[in-house]
């Protein structure tokens, strides 16, 4: 019923940047919040930032000053800029949106996320 797609990962030496994407896609009426996890091998998927349909704005506390969140509501696209990465950013990021449906004279919400996009950054 609704796809995200992720764009944007790779390979980074550290102090560089990489900016990605993720466009929603389906039967979507609204979106209220979207978001960026991450996971690095062996540890548990993290938040990384989250973004309300109206700004509002979380960051892990790892990622404040470095990275930032922001969305296009009219594409059901949310962006994370990441600048000054560290090798310890290296993880799996995936994309999650709480989503409105709409199925015509009825609604239902959902919460979705992409298949992960991979970031790599050396030393």
């Known amino acids: 019923q609704v796809q995200l797609e992720e764009s944007g990962g790779g390979l980074v030496q550290a102090g560089g940047s990489l900016r990605l994407s993720c466009a929603a896609s389906?039967?979507?009426?609204?979106?209220?919040?979207m978001g960026w996890y991450r996971q690095a091998p062996g540890k548990q998927r993290e938040l990384v930032a989250s973004?309300?349909?109206?700004?509002?704005?979380v960051y892990a506390d790892s990622v404040k000053g470095r990275f930032t969140i922001s969305r296009d509501n009219a594409e059901n696209t949310v962006y994370l800029q990441m600048n000054s990465l560290k090798p310890e950013d290296t993880a799996v990021y995936y994309c999650?949106?709480?989503?409105?449906?709409?199925?015509?004279?009825?609604?239902?919400?959902?919460?979705?996320w992409g298949q992960g996009t991979q970031v790599t950054v050396s030393s």
């Open positions: 999650n949106a709480d989503v409105l449906l709409s199925h015509g004279h009825y609604f239902t919400t959902g919460d979705y």
């Open positions: 389906g039967s979507i009426f609204s979106i209220n919040a």
């Open positions: 973004i309300t349909n109206s700004g509002s704005t």
